[in-house]
């Protein structure tokens, strides 16, 4: 399985990204995938996950009602669209992907994940 994940960048508080995590090598049907970041001196934190067979995604508090993760089958790619953009988000932000399935609640450990994708930075200037 490989992720591979693109997308960050440096953008102005209020303003908008997408992140996008394309998968490979493996069947992702019965996969959750998860997005998770970590700032320096931080720990790496869990931001969003969601099933690749559909179903409510689940987010951190302090992202919902901004980010949005949704799954592409045909690409076979995951987003992250990040709006309202605050300096706190800045981090970098990696995607995940647990291949256990019928996990409820969803995952939100990273330890639980198995298949990582490198990261891309994500800076929100004040």
């Known amino acids: 399985v490989q992720l591979q994940a693109s997308g960050g960048g440096t953008v102005q508080a209020g303003g908008s990204l997408r992140l996008s995590c394309a998968a490979s090598?493996?069947?992702?049907?019965?996969?959750?995938m998860g997005w998770f970041r970590q700032a320096p001196g931080k720990e790496r934190e869990f931001v969003a996950a969601v099933r690749w067979s559909g179903g409510n995604p689940l987010y951190k508090d302090s992202v919902k009602g901004r980010f949005t993760t949704s799954i592409d089958n045909v690409k076979a790619t995951v987003y992250l669209q990040m709006n309202s953009l605050r300096p706190e988000d800045t981090a970098i932000y990696y995607c995940a992907a647990d291949p256990v399935p019928h996990k409820v609640p969803l995952s939100q450990s990273a330890y639980e994940y198995d298949y990582w994708g490198q990261g891309t930075q994500v800076t929100v200037s004040s």
């Open positions: 090598g493996g069947t992702f049907s019965n996969y959750v």
